[in-house]
């Protein structure tokens, strides 16, 4: 009989928010190998906030999906079948393989990976993309002294708490912004940040002041709007910001910044990034991410939905900030 492979397509493109109309579930025949090539068994897929951007037909720095198209995503998972010289059957690997049951692949852009080092899962977090954009951005544009104060946006997520905990480690004062009383508190018990502002409390600006009493030397940015301003009117002299993701403004709505002087009077430098154009890094970024997680320095947190079927209801939900760490679907 032949084996099916359950696949979620890109079915139409949102006009504001994404809804569960814009995606569809389709089964299609597994194709037969090739030589050179191997068949992937997604375990888990990773859920991101670049995929909206994806989903647009919009320019940006990278290609839309297309309608029809599999939608874009990081699994890790397994070698289930292979008539490559380098890959076998076993193997764990992670890669592009989309939000899809099987992938089949050259080896082009696949890693392979060690549970035995980190779980399975960590390779899609903290020992994945989110966790070098939390090193790239840290150590590359913000570049932190020890006795600084770094303050991180979305900081109870899968890049924020990264990038808390790095600095944390090399010797700063870490401020997190979170939505939510129980967001942070997690920030400040369980990952070791100095404090942690909740922004839906109503009182960002004079919340932030208290908890950066020596004002701010570099800030890591990944919603844009109210923390943006509200983070600016604290920084220090020459202090340096990492644009990394501004989630608040993907739905299309404006994200205006309303002191945009500051950058000028406080001498500022914003650097907007993009880690996959950094992949001269990556090698050592994931060793010493792996590595810190190995030895219980980094800790991480992942929330996790059941079912390649809902990987939309995952997204959506990511997307209206209700994941609570690392958003994952369990696909097998
Ligand atoms: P997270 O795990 O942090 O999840 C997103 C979080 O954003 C939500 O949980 C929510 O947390 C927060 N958020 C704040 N405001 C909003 C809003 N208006 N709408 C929705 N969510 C909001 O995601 P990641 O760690 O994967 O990504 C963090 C940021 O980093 C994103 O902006 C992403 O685009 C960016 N990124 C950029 C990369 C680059 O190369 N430049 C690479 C990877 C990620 P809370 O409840 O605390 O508000």
């Known amino acids: 009989m032949t084996q099916m492979n359950r696949r979620i397509v890109l079915a ?58 599999v939608m874009i995503g990081a ?20 890669g592009m393989f989309g939000w899809q049951d099987y992938d089949t692949s050259d080896g082009v852009g696949v890693r392979k990976v060690d549970d035995a080092l980190v779980p399975l899962t960590a390779y899609l977090g903290v020992a994945g993309m989110p966790g070098v954009t939390a090193w790239y951005g840290l150590n590359k544009i913000i570049a932190p002294q020890s006795g600084q104060t770094i303050v991180v946006s979305a900081a109870s997520g899968a ?26 508190r997690y920030v400040v018990e369980e990952l070791g940040f100095d404090a942690c502002v909740d922004y839906k409390a109503g009182n960002l600006y004079p919340a932030l002041k208290a908890a950066t009493p ?16 509200a983070t600016l009117s604290r920084m220090n002299p020459f202090g340096r910001i990492a644009l990394c993701g501004m ?52 800790k991480f947190r992942e929330c996790v939905a059941d079912g390649l079927e809902r990987a939309p209801e995952a997204l959506i939900g990511l997307l209206h900030g209700q994941n609570f760490g690392k958003q994952l679907v369990k696909i097998a």
């Open 159 to 184: 890049v924020g708490s990264v990038v808390g905990q790095l600095a944390k480690l090399a010797g700063c004062r870490a401020v997190g912004i979170a939505g939510g009383e129980q967001k942070c």
């Open 75 to 94: 699994t890790v998972g397994e070698v289930v079948e292979s008539k490559h010289p380098s890959f076998v059957v076993g193997d764990k690997v992670t």
């Open 12 to 69: 139409s493109r949102p006009q504001t928010a994404v809804s569960p109309d814009n995606f569809r579930l389709e089964q299609t025949p597994l194709a037969t190998l090739g030589d050179g090539q191997f068949r992937v068994r997604n375990h888990y897929l990773s859920i991101d906030p670049y995929m909206r951007g994806r989903m647009n037909d919009a320019k940006s720095y990278a290609e839309p999906l297309a309608i029809g198209d």
């Open 214 to 229: 020596d004002g701010v030397d570099g800030y890591f940015e990944n919603v844009g709007g109210e923390s943006f301003d």
């Open 247 to 298: 989630i608040a403004g993907y739905d299309g709505q404006p994200v205006p910044l309303k002191q945009p002087s500051i950058i000028l009077t406080m001498r500022l430098l914003v650097q907007g990034f993009i880690v996959t154009e950094h992949l001269d890094v990556w090698p050592e970024a994931l060793g010493a991410l792996t590595r810190l997680v190995a030895q219980k320095k980094l």
